[in-house]
């Protein structure tokens, strides 16, 4: 059941707008004023606010902007007898849902509440789905190597520097570049990835840069590349290392200019994009042997970050194997399995030449193949 508030002076006005909607099944509270509308917002999870302008103590609009700063997510519907355009812009402005002349026309009324409350249930999903990629983001672990990155990670996310990572295959480069754009100030706006090692060397300018129509054969319309498509925020270049002579001159003049050009066209476009990318190669080998531009690798490298392999940090096996349990319980709608004492140490001793993601695949397949209890005789079968 969807819980409304009436905060408006008159009390006819609260009875009335009362009687309506709880005849249509809502919960509905009421306050007298902006304040006791502050204080209820507070203590309560309200869906829709219908609330006056005009009002002693606190009008509606103050009362709009210090509930937006409560962060519940309430939408606010407002109704005044003033119904001049300054008012409805203002209110829009500060984050209104809509706004409604008083005395408000019944349909109109019901259907305003109806698809606020729809907004209202959108906001609430997305911020459980943030949380839920957060969580599936998160590093995990309190050895010190992995204290050092998330400390890096804290301090340099605020910023525009470039971040290049490093590390071996499966380490978790990909997760710290995702902690960095969610912790940034361009969390709100796209993280488009780029696997360069997936990409043929003659495709990865038209993936990276977009191309025109007729630009080469095969490509029949026009198509946006990622730096555009990552415009207002970032761009993770994943395998940089494996990126084309050519690409790599492209991908120079983008950081340096902040322009692209399309394949095939002549249009200079601006961008603005945060560049964080990642390697598992050793980038000044690379440069050594003519295979890696040293310029790039400069600009790319403002802050650096070595992900630690699994085996410099076993001390956070337990944390991690205890995450993949429950993490593969809740996917498969099933009980988290508990981990004997031995069959753990058993997991710590053993190599992980592929890392995190190594130990998730094992912890998974114990998951599926073993009883209620996962012990050594269990780890050493199927690991």
Known sequence: MARLIIIDDEKSIRDALRDILEYEGYEVDEAKDGEEGLELIKQNSYDVALCDIKMPKMDGLELLLKAADVGKGTQFIMISAYGNVENAVEATKRGAFDFI????DLNRLLVTVRNAIEKAKLVMETKTLKRRIYKLNEIVGDSDPIRRVKDTIDRVAPTEARV???????SGKEMVAKQIHEKGSRSAMPLIEVNCAAIPSE?????????????????SARRTGKFEQADGGTLF???????SLSAQAK????LQESKITRVGGDKEIKINVRVIAATNKDLRKEIQEGMFREDLFHRLSVIRIHVPPLADRREDIPLLADKFLHDIAEEYGAQTKEITPDAMAYLQSLAWTGNVRELRNVVERLVILCGDEISRNDVEMYA
């Open 101 to 104: 002349i008083k005395p408000p």
């Open 251 to 254: 991908v120079l003049r983008a």
């Open 203 to 219: 495709l990865i300018e038209s993936e990276l840069f977009g191309h025109e129509k007729g630009a080469f054969t095969g490509a």
């Open 237 to 243: 270049l994943d395998e940089i290392g494996d990126m």
């Open 164 to 170: 290049l990572i490093t590390g071996a295959n499966g």
